[in-house]
């Protein structure tokens, strides 16, 4: 048990204390570094929104709290399936160059700032 315990403490410690490196070209690294940023707000932001659909804190609008929570999620899935498919048209655009992964990552990213800016001017 206790050299389970001190395998466990070596590499907690191991990952804490190491930089992560990307096997990838450093460009992509960069542009996947700055989505999965992006998308961690994003779902940072929705995880908030929904707090406050619970919290009840929409009831000035009028509007039943189940019919605001249901069109946020019907509307976010929709957004997904659209900005996937977006940025896939991007990928497909520039697929004949060396870029193209670096492109439709960066069209991930912007599209998700983009959604988290229009999420929280609508619903903070």
Do not use: H
Request: net charge neutral; glycine share 2%.
């Amino acid at each position: 048990m206790n050299r389970i315990k001190t395998f466990v403490f070596a590499v907690a410690a191991f990952c804490c204390f190491s930089p992560l490196a990307c096997e990838l070209p450093e460009e992509l690294c960069s542009a996947l570094a700055d989505y999965e940023l992006a998308d961690s707000d994003l779902n940072n932001t929705y995880r908030q929104i929904m707090q406050k659909i619970a919290a009840d804190e929409f009831k000035d609008y009028r509007v039943a709290k189940a019919d605001i929570k249901d069109s946020l999620v019907k509307g976010q899935r929709a957004w997904l399936k659209y900005r996937d498919a977006n940025c896939e048209a991007y990928y497909t655009l520039f697929s004949g160059g060396t870029s193209r992964n670096v492109d439709r990552t960066q069209c991930l990213t912007e599209m998700t700032n983009t959604r988290i800016q229009l999420l929280r001017q609508l619903y903070f």
